[in-house]
């Protein structure tokens, strides 16, 4: 596809449940980056990839979130044992090359609901 | 703690007119900045990208960057009611982390028929 693709769209999960969300970056992007969007706020950055390597885990917020890209290009972005305080907009990015300073283009991201 | 402000608005402008968004950040060595436009329930959509200090102009929008006041901003010159949604604007870090974006909370742009 032209864009990043993310599923689903909506996750409803109860807590205490595993979830996994799933990105497919722009074909050919070296460079993959999942953020977190709280209801009013901007994203924040949680990874980053470059090809299959995950270069920065600085922002998963604990041990239950965990993220692969194991081939250097779908990445799934887990959280074990959800709390309500994850419920939040999950959105993938992804740029062309490796490195900073470069544009990234957004999915439409996974809103996630933890009851 | 690199911090990127942005007034959360409602900003209002009737349709023709010019909307102005203001951005600071707080990491004096930040090289990339860039504003995203996000409509409710969407993605944020990368609007312009800037580099250098200055303007730059993109059909009716223009970034300006100022590196000594650490301030950039958005003009959308004759705002239509599509513009309408919030504005976001990153900065990207500096050094081995150029790669990490700092988000504002963004600026609701309402612009009024």
Same mark, same amino acid.
């Given at each position: 596809?032209?864009? +990043?693709?993310?599923?689903?769209r !909506?996750?409803v999960?109860?807590?205490?449940q595993? +979830?996994?969300?799933?990105?497919?970056?722009?074909?050919?992007? +070296?460079?993959l980056f999942? !953020?977190?969007?709280?209801?009013?706020?901007?994203?924040?950055?949680?990874?980053?990839?470059?090809?299959?390597?995950?270069l920065?885990?600085?922002?998963?917020?604990?041990?239950?979130?965990?993220?692969?890209?194991?081939?250097?290009? +779908?990445?799934?972005?887990?959280?074990?044992?959800?709390?309500?305080?994850?419920?939040?907009v !999950?959105?993938c990015?992804?740029?062309?090359?490796?490195?900073?300073?470069?544009?990234?283009?957004?999915?439409?991201?996974?809103?996630?609901?933890?009851? | 703690?690199? =911090?990127? =402000?942005?007034?959360?608005?409602?900003?209002?402008?009737?349709?023709?007119?010019?909307?102005?968004l203001?951005?600071?950040?707080?990491? *004096?060595v930040?090289?990339?900045?860039?504003?995203?436009r996000?409509?409710?329930?969407?993605?944020? =959509?990368?609007?312009?990208?800037?580099?250098?200090?200055?303007?730059?102009?993109?059909? *009716?929008?223009?970034?300006?960057?100022?590196?000594?006041?650490?301030?950039?901003?958005?003009?959308? *010159?004759?705002?239509?009611?599509?513009?309408?949604?919030?504005?976001?604007?990153?900065?990207?870090g500096?050094?081995?982390?150029?790669?990490?974006?700092?988000?504002?909370?963004?600026?609701?742009?309402?612009?009024?028929?």
């Open positions: 596809g032209a864009g +990043v693709s993310q599923s689903p !909506y996750k999960a109860k807590r205490g595993d +979830v996994a969300l799933r990105c497919d970056p722009i074909s050919g992007h +070296v460079s999942w !953020y977190q969007q709280a209801l009013g706020q901007g994203p924040e950055f949680l990874t980053y990839f470059q090809n299959e390597a995950q920065d885990k600085s922002g998963l917020p604990s041990d239950r979130f965990f993220a692969e890209r194991p081939e250097g290009s +779908v990445s799934t972005l887990k959280i074990q044992r959800t709390q309500q305080e994850d419920s939040a !999950y959105l990015a992804s740029s062309k090359d490796r490195g900073g300073n470069q544009p990234q283009h957004f999915g439409d991201g996974t809103r996630l609901s933890i009851l | 703690q690199k =911090e990127v =402000e942005q007034n959360s608005g409602p900003l209002s402008v009737p349709e023709g007119a010019i909307a102005s203001n951005c600071t950040y707080s990491d *004096r930040s090289q990339s900045f860039f504003w995203y996000q409509y409710s329930g969407k993605s944020p =959509e990368l609007i312009m990208s800037i580099y250098s200090n200055g303007d730059k102009e993109d059909g *009716r929008f223009t970034a300006q960057l100022n590196k000594a006041s650490q301030y950039v901003s958005l003009l959308i *010159r004759d705002s239509q009611p599509s513009d309408s949604a919030t504005y976001l604007c990153a900065v990207a500096s050094g081995g982390s150029n790669y990490k974006l700092t988000f504002g909370k963004g600026t609701l742009l309402t612009v009024n028929p």
